[in-house]
């Protein structure tokens, strides 16, 4: 039964679609798209001689004389600039990287300090300890 129901869906879906095309090209059979290319006011613009154009269109340019030692010494002193920016930059993080070494090595040295002290401490409080059992 499902099987029947399935084809007659099938049929009726194909049977729909076959009525619409048909409804859709009565419609616009009337209506062809070589009417659309029949006005003359697209082609108007295409009559121009382009040897005519080319003429016209050279002296109507303005050009501008280029100066390459201009652009030669820009780009030299251009070069020249980033150099010392560079420099610049080198020795600032030279003397932040002295400065975090400095720091370093001086907390280095208060831990080291540190951790004797307590390590003398500690043993310091264990001869005390020592000395008091034994009496």
Request: proline share 1%; aromatic share 10%.
């Amino acid at each position: 039964m499902a099987k029947k129901f399935g084809k007659f869906l099938m049929f009726t879906a194909f049977a729909g679609a076959a009525v619409a095309g048909a409804y859709y090209y009565l419609q616009n059979k009337n209506s062809s798209c070589s009417d659309d290319f029949d006005d003359d006011d697209d082609f108007d613009n295409f009559d121009n001689d382009p040897e005519d154009d080319a003429a016209e269109d050279d002296s109507a340019r303005n050009y501008v004389a280029l100066d390459l030692e201009k652009a030669e010494n820009a780009a030299k002193d251009a070069a020249k600039d980033v150099a010392d920016a560079a420099k610049d930059a080198a020795d600032v993080a030279k003397e932040t990287a002295k400065d975090a070494v400095d720091a370093a090595k001086a907390a280095a040295k208060d831990v080291a300090e540190t951790a004797e002290a307590k390590v003398e401490e500690f043993f310091d409080d264990d001869d005390e300890d020592n000395s008091a059992d034994s009496i």
